[in-house]
């Protein structure tokens, strides 16, 4: 069993604890037993982080992109030796299967390795002027980033917020979730340990909204990257517009996913349950909304329900689980409150809808069907395990509920008529669709949504480029 690592900020390249801060106890969710103790930033760590980030910045930017791309690529290399610790940790403090914290890490690794290629293939072109003249447009990195990643994927988010701003040659300061510190330290120590100069790149943890407004009111940060909740990207927009700071946001989803009665419903099921399920649900792509038409609905409802009943829940460490734990609590009332209000609306509750034990945070895998539109949960995101499953009669009645909500993250199609998969492709209101798959993330493909699920994107040649400012030359 991997121990759990001692718990620090990182400023400057030094591991910094104790001193009289404030700590916060970090727990296992699966047992509930303190794993370790989180110091918190002061507003004078905060000021010794944008310093840092500064200087780095000047260092950073003028380094050329061969070298950038060689720290990027031999923290890939670390991660990949060190995943079993770094999958070992994450799920302690995340609850998630091993199964799934194993391939946190190579997605981290993976996308290192195409930044490190990418950054170096980032080029500005000529402008076809007459002779004597010239004019040129070049990208160049738009400064220190405040980079804020939430606990549900407590190393791929870091991994996220530090891969292309490095790539480009920014600097990063991380905050990321207090729930999952050492996951991220140990991103940012590969990193390190890979040759990145320890001013490039800070981490710091504390309350939130304190060391938001701190590092947003500096003159210091250019550029904010967010990944959370809608109602707290709002809440960042607004600090981030007092110094015009640039701003890539992926928020909130609510998951619409179409099943037409054209599929095998067996081979859906096969796919579509595990994404449900997948970290209990807490994902912001996760199917959430189906939208099954309803020729195929109770064969659908009744092979889901099925299946969620003999899903495997426990600790995330233990062989054969399925699925772990909520993260926290909190999620566990979310839960109780979003289902019970949706009971007592008339849901159906096929199966599940209860806390697990008496120990950890567990949940039962949950269906609702015959969900009606006026309730929270049909409104608001579980981020949770659960699936709603409606019936509707038509491709527009379809649609119509898929584009209903103000999000639009990410969606599913289930149909074999290719007509009708571009028809849908073009009218479904969503930063991303998967038809006939759930897997919607790699790291050649930008990631992000559209209205309150946020703008921008990670991921691709477009996450190097949210880092990337243009600037003309023209000579006369």
């Not at 293939?121 to 076809?128: M, Q, S, V, Y």
Request: glycine share 10%; charged share 20%; aromatic share 6%.
């Amino acid at each position: 069993m991997t121990a759990y690592p001692q718990l620090y900020l990182l400023l400057d390249g030094e591991r910094v604890c104790g001193g009289g801060r404030e700590t916060r106890l970090i727990r296992n969710p699966a047992t509930e037993a303190v794993l370790g103790e989180l110091p918190l930033a002061t507003a004078a760590d905060l000021d010794r982080a944008l310093a840092a980030a500064q200087r780095g910045f000047r260092l950073w930017r003028d380094t050329p992109a061969e070298r950038r791309a060689q720290v990027l690529a031999g923290a890939a290399r670390l991660l990949m030796e060190r995943q079993e610790a770094l999958a070992a940790i994450a799920t302690m403090e995340e609850g998630k299967a091993l199964s799934e914290t194993r391939i946190e890490v190579m997605m981290v690794a993976n996308l290192f390795n195409f930044y490190a290629q990418e950054c170096q293939r980032l080029c500005g072109r000529n402008l076809d002027r007459p002779a004597g003249q010239r004019s040129t447009v070049a990208y160049e990195p738009v400064g220190p980033v405040a980079a804020f990643a939430p606990w549900n994927f407590p190393l791929g988010n870091p991994g996220r917020k530090l891969g292309a701003p490095i790539a480009v040659g920014c600097s990063v300061i991380l905050k990321a979730a207090e729930e999952t510190p050492a996951s991220a330290l140990g991103v940012l120590q590969a990193l390190y340990d890979a040759g990145l100069p320890p001013a490039v790149a800070q981490a710091v943890f504390g309350v939130p909204d304190q060391i938001s407004r701190h590092l947003l009111s500096s003159n210091v940060i250019r550029k904010l990257s967010f990944t959370g909740s809608t109602i707290v990207g709002k809440h960042l927009m607004k600090l981030a517009a007092d110094n015009c700071i640039r701003t890539t946001m992926e928020l909130g989803g609510h998951g619409p996913i179409l099943v037409f009665d054209d599929v095998d419903v067996e081979r859906v099921l096969g796919v579509v349950v595990g994404s449900k399920f997948r970290n209990a649900g807490q994902v912001c792509v996760s199917p959430t909304r189906f939208i099954v038409h309803e020729k195929v609905f109770a064969a659908f409802r009744d092979g889901f329900v099925e299946r969620a009943r003999n899903w495997k829940v426990g600790n995330g460490l233990d062989d054969g689980v399925q699925m772990g734990p909520l993260a926290h609590p909190r999620r566990l009332d979310a839960m109780d409150s979003m289902i019970g209000d949706a009971v007592a609306a008339g849901s159906r509750l096929d199966c599940g809808g209860q806390r697990m034990g008496d120990r950890g945070y567990f949940f039962t895998p949950t269906v609702l069907s015959n969900v009606p539109l006026p309730t929270r949960i049909m409104n608001e995101e579980p981020f949770g395990p659960v699936a709603l499953i409606n019936a509707y009669p038509s491709e527009e009645a379809m649609i119509a509920e898929a584009n209903r909500l103000p999000y639009g993250l990410a969606a599913y199609l289930w149909t074999n008529d290719a007509a009708r998969q571009r028809r849908i492709a073009h009218a479904i209101e969503a930063g991303m669709l998967g038809i006939n798959t759930t897997a919607l993330v790699r790291p050649d493909a930008p990631f992000g949504g559209v209205k309150w699920s946020g703008h921008g994107h990670e991921d691709g040649t477009e996450g190097l480029h949210a880092c990337l400012v243009t600037k003309v030359v023209h000579e006369g």
